[in-house]
């Protein structure tokens, strides 16, 4: 029970509850919600996998699929390449990882991937070491031999109650890749996936997979635009095939590039600049003919009632991906209602991502990565933001590029919003019925409303 007097008195737990009990009821009642991934690559990353993906895949690669190697290149001179799935590799032994796992053990995202295996390829060493190694890489071999990848991948959602989860993708992903597979699996995908498209290709910024998707895009839709105006007629029918295929938000990486300050420009002076083309712009001038095109394209984004996840914060410098200059879209009278969900915390300027979800009606606070990255700053960062803002307008996702990331992940972000609000209860902020709607308002009810549908299939609202 909640002591109403609290607010009163001397600042203190409550003596009388049973913390373990509560603790208890709580985890276990989080453990069973259902949970709506905000933010994955783990089927396909951009363009997908190819139709035959039961190709063994070893412990190596899972290591190295993403943030480990990308660390790397923090601390030794020849950086560690990611490992894609998709490519032939020798298979690498513990020998020629045991440099880099030695420097990550401490790391949340080291630790959430180690617990992933264990999940997914029961283990009961407390790490992974010469003497399992060769156990575990076997047991991972045989998992995507035998079933491939993406079934693989669908066998963790279930195993971690994840019955949706947002993509990050392209139009090729969603048209040459899913086309490619079985119908039937083609309707398992779509059944879990909610594809988020990538816009950053058509605003000519982004990494080259981006750019190479809006190639793509040109055969795709059979028109190779000579002016402005044609160019936003071939943008809109990308808009509207993404819908058609199963599309259902589209999101801006922008800020690994640029910052978010998208301005109102002048559509003579786009067009005078488009006619220019994109590659002969300085970058001051590529930045305004960017700032045009985006918001046209937003437009079109929010007739099709599709939210925009931006991502936010980690970016170099992180001046980037300051949230707050998303202030012109969101104060933007043509764009109202476009839901806008803040990525990654805006972390480092957190602080910032909070009064934004504070302030504007249509601005969504997203955890998403922020407890992967480490799990004290999304302890404290879950922490503020259920202390300042209302609990349907918090969300969060595990941004991995494997099962096995995915797995340690989910099960990081339960025990995170469990030990958040489990804290909170017995220091008497509110009781375990309010913690219990707030956990199933993060995990589940928030991300359906997000997407604008209803019980998590969707429909035109
Ligand atoms: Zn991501």
Redesign the pocket.
Known sequence: MINHKFFQEDYCVNPEMDKNKMRRELKSFIDKIQFFDM?S?MAGFDLGTPVQDKKPVTLYEILTNDYLAYLSGSWIDKPIMPAKIDEKKPSLSYADIKHLLNRCRALTTYCAIREGIRALHPFTEPDIDEKNWNRINKSIMRAYGRYGERKWQRMACKKASVFRQVH?ATLPYVTTHLDSLPEEEKNQQLKIFAPSMVLDGYIFTGFKVQHDAKEMSYDIIGIRPKTLEEYLIFCDKVLELFRKKGGKSVKLLSSYFRPLKFEEIDRKRAEHLFNIGYKNLSKKALHILQNFILKQILLMAKKRGFPLIVHTGYANPTTYGDPEDLENLLKDSKLDGLKISICHSGWPNDGKAMIMARTYRHCYFDLS?TPLLSESLGYRILSEAIDMIPSNKILIGT?CGTAECFAGTVRLIRKTICDVLSDKISRQIFDIETAKLIAKAVLHDNAIEFHNEKNGEGYAG
Do not use: C
Request: no cysteine; charged share 20%.
């Open positions: 933010h690559h990050i990565w941004d």
